[in-house]
């Protein structure tokens, strides 16, 4: 399977908090993307990190990747309260698969005031 | 502003009955995709598309059958061989041509109930 797995599965911290998601998977990848979901919404985009990459910023959020590991991080700085939702890493392959994702099943942050 | 729009929010379908989600694009995008998200989980690709009048099976198409007759559009029909519905459906598109991957844009979702 192509499927990897997120850890936790649920997050709880305080305002001001940092907050580290955790994202492995079981095949080489081509790039790997996070996703943010608030409740009832579609995902938004966040981060893409190609497989040459090491790290990338934007903005609060950093993502790591070691492919060596097959594992990727994505750190949220100085959190706020709406930063609660859902966040999904989502494999991509490159080649032949027509730019098909593989989701992750997600981590719940819950960001307290 | 350019986006997708997923119609309608909530559908509730009968025994029996095939009910049709509505996905529409004005991203000029090549390619969409159609995915099943149930309570708690992550993302499970149903069917997707490259070009108009070209389509695949992702890895849950069973009951399910869709149409790309215009680059714009991409319905997707749960017909009554979907025996578990229940579910929220998300359909997402993105500019891939050839190598690598873009990052995909959704809708905001239908959210289908069985009567």
């Known amino acids: 399977s192509q499927q990897g797995e997120e850890d936790p599965q649920a997050l709880s911290i305080q305002e001001g908090e940092n907050a580290t998601m955790n994202c492995s998977y079981k095949t080489s990848i081509n790039n790997l993307q996070w996703y943010r979901q608030n409740s009832g919404r579609g995902l938004v985009h966040l981060i893409l990190?190609?497989?040459?990459?090491r790290e990338k910023h934007s903005g609060r959020l950093r993502v790591t990747l070691d492919t060596s590991k097959k594992s990727s991080s994505l750190l949220i700085t100085a959190s706020r309260a709406a930063d609660t939702a859902s966040y999904f890493c989502?494999?991509?392959?490159?080649?032949?698969?027509?730019?098909?994702?593989?989701f992750g099943q997600g981590t719940i942050l819950t960001v307290h005031p | 502003d350019g986006g997708i729009t997923q119609s309608p929010k909530y559908l509730f379908r009968k025994e029996g009955q095939n009910v049709t989600l509505s996905c529409e694009q004005n991203l000029n995008h090549d390619a969409m995709y159609w995915y099943r998200q149930d309570p708690g989980q992550g993302l499970r690709l149903i069917y997707y598309?490259?070009?108009?009048?070209?389509?695949q099976k992702g890895d849950i198409a069973e009951g399910y059958s869709v149409s790309r007759e215009k680059k714009e559009s991409f319905p997707l029909t749960v017909t009554s061989a979907q025996k578990n519905p229940t579910a929220f459906y998300l359909c997402?598109?993105?500019?891939?041509?050839?190598?690598?991957?873009?990052?995909?844009?959704f809708g905001d979702g239908t959210r289908l109930s069985i009567l």
């Open positions: 598309s490259q070009i108009v009048n070209d389509f």
């Open positions: 990190i190609r497989s040459n990459e």
């Open positions: 997402a598109s993105t500019s891939y041509r050839g190598q690598g991957n873009q990052p995909q844009h």
């Open positions: 989502a494999r991509g392959y490159g080649g032949t698969s027509y730019g098909k994702l593989t």
